[in-house]
């Protein structure tokens, strides 16, 4: 079946991709040689003065088809393949007849590099109209021509901002960088572009706005010269390695690319981007990171129920608690799911807290022109708050934000279910108390449900929805079709003390403080586990979640698993000092004093005082992860997770484990099984029980097999 279908507007060709079967369109070496066909005939035909080239999907054009990447088997496949890719996107350059595109939905890798071909780009207004390069993403750069093409069309210094961070934008800004020539609106994008398509074939097309005299002497100062350049570049480096810490290949070997093609000439530089292509595409890096795509974009079509059982519809959600979390789950509910929510508060000043948080996420969104006025208003008319339950009575799902303590949440659930339909779910945002427990005595047991969402809820990507054993499964399909409306990836966790990710995190932290107790250095800890690839260590970490709230969390995972997670007295200790981390500016970072160095007087609470003990970094990494994957390990084990998979997801977009080494479960891969036990006894014959390989690790070890055989 034929994915381009032409129409004649007068002497306009309008070419309209649509790949058949699929949702979206992709590119792969087949539809490339359908589209240089295609435009082969175009070029003989002498009735057409011009061509416009749009998309029949709801999106333009997403990028490279992933799964035939995979297909690539070695470094000189990949580098052909961006060959191909860019001699295909050369011809297009140079076809005779003004090629426009026209541009909605999601314009994004080989579908910019397309884009970028072509003599001129017209986009719609629309939200989704998004314009991006975001390879290295997947550990790779662009390999169409794109790390040449867009740095001469919007400047070097803009370009690597785009290339680099793998950022989209929105057609304002892309029309503001000179991305786009117009922006209209979606009902008229095709017919401006044919109209530009004519002004370009006869001459008297208006040519895109001039850059202010500042932007123009800035990019020439900065590109223009050997000097500024080096400037440029040196900067840039300085920024990626300080946010990837040297463990991404990809935006280093951008930089080198792009510097090749400035200095050396456009050839020279597709040169050297089609070998940095294949050679990145056959990293670990990038296959990781790949293996994480797939993950994602199967978790979206997951309902999280293996029966037939279908979502409920949702019309209202109801939050009980405005505050950070609260509010953070009641924005998300009505400006991405696009919901009426109502608030519950304690009290008039509380209210009036939680409607001024959302507010406050709203202004943000306008700030960085991700939202105009008028739409605020729109999504701030879906937001009312109460100081009792009245409108609960209409709520599909209430969502409880309060303080972690059962007699409270129960207590609310009660009043809840006496104030609502027969079908209302009651999902709480507990992130430790066992949905079971919270279900006991229920009027409605099956409508009980979790929803852990993380902090902050507008930015954290993770949904963890927790069941019981009595949970309903159109329950769960609700809670999961409505965590993806609110953006949210979201992974279905069976019950337990710290369901999944908690409790994989509590071992992590409880052995930074074994560490600190035996005299290692705070910033020593956290510099060893920021390499490993988290992007903030434990005790920073601590200092944000709030040294009391975990200190809390892991008095319920040591009640559940006993000595294995018995946390060290000393954080109890701290907690009673007042220092609960950042919220009281008082934790193990100062937050009196620029760059949050160390507080030492926290070395006053602790044995050895001041005196710290120099350790290997190798133990201070190795320690704290080892009970991380190994916890995982156990969860599988015990059916918590319903895969390997939603637990790599879970850890990756849950706790910030680095994603380039693809999950725990991938971790574990990569080390081996057997060498994964092998590093747990040897902790275990220093530091005890709490390192005891999980049974189903030492199986695995004894077969050689992997958690991920298509590894």
């Not at 350790?615 to 190795?622: G, I, P, Y």
Request: hydrophobic share 40%.
């Amino acid at each position: 079946m034929a994915s381009f279908r032409t129409e004649m507007r007068g002497d306009v060709a309008v070419v309209t991709f649509d790949l058949p079967g699929e949702p979206v369109n992709t590119l792969s070496p087949a539809v490339g040689a359908e589209f240089s066909e295609e435009l082969e005939r175009l070029g003989r035909d002498e009735a057409v003065k011009t061509v416009v080239f749009t998309s029949a999907k709801q999106d333009f054009v997403v990028g490279a088809d992933v799964k035939w990447l995979g297909s690539l088997r070695s470094a000189a496949d990949g580098e052909r393949a961006s060959r191909d890719g860019q001699q295909g996107f050369d011809r297009l350059a140079a076809f005779p007849k003004p090629v426009v595109a026209a541009i909605h939905g999601a314009c994004l890798g080989g579908g910019l590099e397309w884009a970028l071909a072509c003599r001129s780009r017209v986009a719609s207004d629309a939200p989704r109209t998004q314009l991006g390069l975001p390879e290295v993403q997947l550990g790779l750069l662009p390999g169409a021509g794109g790390t040449q093409r867009l740095p001469r069309l919007i400047g070097a210094q803009a370009a690597l901002d785009l290339i680099l961070t793998g950022r989209s934008v929105r057609a304002s800004k892309a029309r503001k960088l000179g991305l786009v020539d117009e922006v209209v609106p979606p009902s008229i994008l095709v017919d401006v572009a044919v109209e530009r398509a004519r002004a370009l074939a006869s001459g008297t097309d208006t040519p895109p706005p001039r850059r202010s005299p500042r932007e123009t002497f800035t990019r020439a100062a900065l590109e223009g010269n050997p000097l500024g350049r080096r400037l440029l570049f040196a900067e840039a480096r300085k920024q990626l390695l300080r946010k990837s810490g040297g463990h991404y290949p990809a935006p280093e070997r951008t930089l080198e690319v792009v510097r090749e093609g400035l200095e050396k000439g456009m050839e020279a530089g597709l040169r050297a981007e089609a070998r940095a292509f294949g050679e990145l595409l056959m990293t670990e890096v990038s296959a990781r990171l790949r293996e994480l795509f797939f993950a994602t974009t199967a978790l979206k079509k997951d309902t999280g129920v293996d029966g037939a059982a279908k979502a409920r519809p949702v019309r209202k959600v109801s939050v009980l608690g405005g505050g950070l979390m609260g509010g953070g789950i009641a924005f998300v509910t009505t400006e991405k799911a696009e919901l009426p929510v109502r608030i519950k508060e304690r009290d008039d000043s509380s209210v009036g807290r939680a409607l001024a948080h959302v507010r406050g996420l709203l202004d943000q969104r306008v700030r960085r022109r991700r939202l105009d006025r008028r739409g605020m208003e729109k999504v701030l008319a879906r937001v009312t708050a109460t100081t009792d339950l009245s409108g609960f009575h209409r709520a599909d799902v209430v969502i409880e934000a309060v303080f972690e303590d059962l007699t409270l949440k129960r207590r609310l659930l009660a009043e809840v279910e006496a104030a609502t339909g027969e079908d209302c779910i009651f999902a709480s945002n507990t992130s430790s108390i066992p949905i079971g427990r919270l279900a006991e005595g229920a009027r409605r047991p099956g409508n009980v449900i979790g929803m852990h969402y993380f902090s902050p809820v507008e930015k954290m990507p993770l949904l963890e929805v927790i069941t019981h054993g009595g949970t309903d499964p159109s329950v769960v399909a609700t809670c999961v079709e409505l965590g993806k409306k609110q953006g949210k990836t979201v992974i279905v966790v069976r019950d337990g003390p710290g369901f999944y990710t908690s409790r994989i995190l509590a071992p992590y932290l409880n052995e930074a403080a074994h560490l600190l107790l035996e005299g290692a250095d705070i910033a020593a800890v956290d510099h060893a586990l920021r390499a490993y690839g988290f992007p903030v260590g434990p005790f920073q970490l601590l200092d944000e979640v709030g040294i009391d709230v975990g200190e809390k969390v892991s008095h319920v995972l040591h009640d559940a698993f006993g000595e294995r997670m018995a946390p060290p007295a000393t954080m109890a200790t701290l907690a009673k000092e007042g220092r609960l981390g950042r919220k009281a500016k008082k934790g193990f970072y100062r937050y009196d004093v620029d760059g949050k160095p160390v507080d030492t007087s926290v070395y006053a609470s602790l044995p050895g005082g001041a005196t710290r003990v120099p350790f290997s970094e190798d133990e201070l990494r190795e320690r704290p992860v080892l009970l991380f994957l190994n916890e995982a390990v156990r969860c599988l084990e015990e059916g918590i997770l319903r895969s390997a998979r939603d637990g790599d997801i879970g850890a990756v977009f849950g706790l910030g484990f680095p994603p380039f080494r693809g999950g725990p479960f991938r971790a574990l891969d990569a080390m081996g099984a057997a060498e994964a036990v092998r590093r747990l006894q040897h902790w275990q014959e220093r530091k005890g029980a709490r390192f005891e390989p999980a049974p189903l690790l030492r199986r695995m070890a004894e077969r050689g097999e992997r958690f991920h055989p298509d590894g």
